[in-house]
């Protein structure tokens, strides 16, 4: 982009699973600076920007999306061209046990740092102003459940949010909306399915699943265990927002997915035979053993599926990705990175694994 005195991108919740995979590879591939503005909650560890430690091209920030005068020192600062908001509440089943949060950040955060870079943006030259972006990055949840023979999430689908989780994220996806119709903020939303990958926090199933079979605990399904999920390597999702960040239009969401359909158990069996492969138990016996069904979610959201043909046919995005070649290199990365599970089991992972799965975890 021509024109910026600096070319520079401010995201939030970087030290996050995606936006700490973000950070890494957008700076991977690129000299421009990333400010990373994180409040560093119990989903927020440095430890994933380690890689970045001494990188002159990275500035991180503590503060909460929130905070309007934290955010409006950062953008007067570093006068970023684009901001990218990952910063939220993103656990369904945290948002069971105590919704505050969600609203907190989710709704209100979202509001706040909206009416922060309005005011930014607003002030910009003509030229930088159109070259301005806001990129919300939000979630397929929004859409509701699907029955097994509906047509998967298309961008035109109605909201039917289901959890307080997807209810806070659905209101953050109309306030962007909102304040692109009425006040021409140049904004993007994106909705994805489940991502996987690298630097997922062990509380999501398929990281809480790995690092209970290397331990020897009960790999806790849900219910049934026939719940369907669309499952994406984080990778894929990072190329899709770089892409729609690139070429998206104002004013537009985009569906993003992997055409991987699986059932809860079908996951768990397949990370089970990796395990069984890579790592065998030392008792000779499959991880597989270790699966224990457990007491549904409440209100559980029984298939999750997207249709991303119009980030494909309109951006020319792909994922690179299947699943079994995103599974195993996830399964491998945790192997290689027991160091990393390790820093994020505080005292606060435990409590909530207690609370959630008494001693059964
Ligand atoms: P995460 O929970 O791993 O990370 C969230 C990050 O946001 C953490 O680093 C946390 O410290 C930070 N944060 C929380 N509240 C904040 C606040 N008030 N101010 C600043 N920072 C704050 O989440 P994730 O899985 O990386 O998800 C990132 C985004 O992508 C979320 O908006 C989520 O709704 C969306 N999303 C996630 C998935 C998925 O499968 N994980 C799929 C689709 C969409
Ligand atoms: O669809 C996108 C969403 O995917 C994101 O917006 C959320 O931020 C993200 O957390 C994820 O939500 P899910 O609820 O689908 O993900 P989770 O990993 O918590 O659960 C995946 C499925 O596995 C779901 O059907 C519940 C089930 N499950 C989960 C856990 C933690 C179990 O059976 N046992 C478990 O212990």
Redesign the pocket.
């Known amino acids: 982009m021509k024109g910026w005195k600096r070319m520079t991108i401010l995201v939030?919740?970087?030290?996050?699973?995606?936006?700490?995979?973000f950070v890494l590879d957008w700076l991977a591939q690129s000299d421009e600076p990333v400010v990373n503005?994180?409040?560093?909650?119990?989903?927020?560890?440095l430890q994933t920007l380690a890689p970045l430690e001494g990188d002159a091209r990275h500035v991180f920030v503590r503060?909460?999306?929130?905070?309007r005068a934290c955010v409006d020192a950062l953008l007067a600062k570093h006068q970023p061209r684009a901001v990218i908001?990952?910063?939220?509440?993103?656990?369904v089943d945290r948002s069971i046990h105590g919704p505050g949060?969600f609203i907190?950040?989710?709704v209100v955060?979202t509001f706040q740092l909206l009416e922060a870079v309005r005011g930014y943006w607003q002030a910009l030259p003509q030229a930088d102003k159109a070259a301005f972006r806001f990129l919300?990055?939000?979630?397929?949840?929004v859409y509701g459940s699907l029955a097994p023979q509906d047509a998967p999430f298309a961008e035109t689908n109605r909201y039917e949010p289901n959890s307080p989780?997807s209810a806070s994220?659905a209101a953050?996806d109309h306030l962007v909306r909102a304040w692109h119709h009425t006040y021409g903020l140049p904004v993007l939303t994106?909705?994805?399915?489940?991502?996987?990958g690298p630097?997922?926090?062990p509380e999501?199933l398929i990281p809480l699943v790995i690092r209970n079979a290397l331990a020897g605990q009960p790999l806790p399904i849900y219910g049934d265990g026939q719940q369907v999920r669309d499952w994406?390597y984080?990778g894929d999702?990072c190329s899709a927002i770089r892409r729609v960040l690139e070429a998206g239009r104002p004013g537009e969401t985009y569906n993003?997915g992997g055409w991987n359909e699986k059932a809860n158990l079908e996951v768990v069996n397949t990370i089970c035979a990796t395990l069984d492969a890579l790592k065998p138990r030392a008792d000779g016996q499959s991880y597989a053993n270790q699966i224990t069904f457990v007491t549904d979610r409440p209100g559980h959201d029984r298939r999750y599926a997207i249709d991303a043909s119009k980030l494909m046919r309109e951006l020319g995005w792909r994922p690179a990705e299947t699943f079994d070649s995103g599974i195993r290199k996830t399964i491998e990365w945790y192997l290689a990175n027991q160091d990393w599970v390790q820093s994020v089991e505080s005292g606060q992972y435990r409590e909530w694994v207690a609370k959630q799965y008494g001693e059964t975890a």
């Open positions: 939030t919740g970087g030290a996050g699973f995606i936006g700490g995979n503005l994180d409040k560093l909650t119990y989903a927020g560890n503060g909460d999306i929130g905070d908001n990952f910063a939220a509440e993103s656990h949060e907190h950040t989710n955060g919300h990055v939000s979630t397929d949840e989780y994220k953050s994106t909705n994805c399915s489940n991502n996987y630097y997922h926090f999501k994406l984080v999702h993003v």
